[in-house]
């Protein structure tokens, strides 16, 4: 089946470290964008990507990196500047950058210790 | 002011209850409208989409105003498993960035 796969699904890391959460879809979907959720909150887009080898910066790009290398995978690295980095960190994606469904990833916990 | 914003909730309701959420955008470039579910600790599913006529899907009705810029949810008939966070979302298609923007949702919580 197709579908998003994220890694880890838990995770925790003390602070002053760079931690990269993985995405790999199979969905030979074009868009990828990476959104952050806190208890209580809606999404905030951190990083997209309409394309690869292309990415742009969302709302709440600062201490955050992401890269796309390949049409499959958008990893996203939480540095240690990000200041409030524990979250639930999801990834999606769409069929091309109009399309109006967004399919996510079952999501990542990150808890800073 | 937030682009989409929501009444939170919680809505706590019984079996059987009509209940019905609003929403409201701020951006009138906005063009397609949503509504998704999240249940606890889990991703967001698409519910349904939102046209401009209003649609139906089972006990699920949304509605749209442009004018007013606000959408609607109404749940018929609530069961126990309809217990989750809604949320609204909105796509616009006047920025390079064309990626959906999503509200805080509104919780609801069907007792029985």
């Known amino acids: 089946d197709g579908g998003i796969t994220q890694s880890p699904k838990y995770l925790f890391r003390k602070e002053g470290q760079n931690v990269t959460l993985s995405c790999e879809q199979n969905?030979?979907?074009?868009?990828m964008y990476w959104y952050r959720q806190d208890p209580g909150q809606g999404l905030r887009l951190i990083y997209y990507?309409?394309?690869?080898?292309?990415?742009q910066k969302g709302d709440i790009a600062e201490g955050y990196s992401v890269s796309r290398e390949k049409k499959e995978s958008f990893p996203l690295t939480v540095t240690s500047a990000q200041k409030n980095p524990t979250a639930f960190y999801l990834c999606?994606?769409?069929?091309?950058?109009?399309?109006?469904?967004?399919?996510f990833g079952a999501g990542s916990r990150l808890t800073v210790l | 002011r937030k682009e989409v914003e929501q009444d939170p909730g919680p809505f706590n309701v019984p079996e059987g209850a009509t209940v019905a959420f609003n929403c409201t955008y701020s951006n009138s470039a906005s063009q397609s409208f949503f509504w998704y579910r999240q249940d606890c600790r889990k991703e967001p599913k698409l519910l349904m989409s939102?046209?401009?006529s209003g649609n139906e899907d089972g006990r699920f009705t949304a509605q749209l105003n442009r004018a007013s810029q606000y959408i609607s949810l109404l749940i018929r008939d609530s069961k126990l498993s309809d217990s989750a966070t809604y949320l609204c979302?909105?796509?616009?298609?006047?920025?390079?960035?064309?990626?959906?923007?999503f509200g805080s949702g509104t919780r609801l919580q069907v007792q029985p």
């Open positions: 979302v909105v796509n616009r298609l006047d920025t390079g960035r064309r990626a959906l923007t």
């Open positions: 969905l030979n979907h074009d868009a």
């Open positions: 999606a994606s769409r069929d091309r950058p109009g399309a109006n469904v967004l399919t």
């Open positions: 939102v046209y401009s």
């Open positions: 990507s309409q394309i690869v080898n292309d990415f």
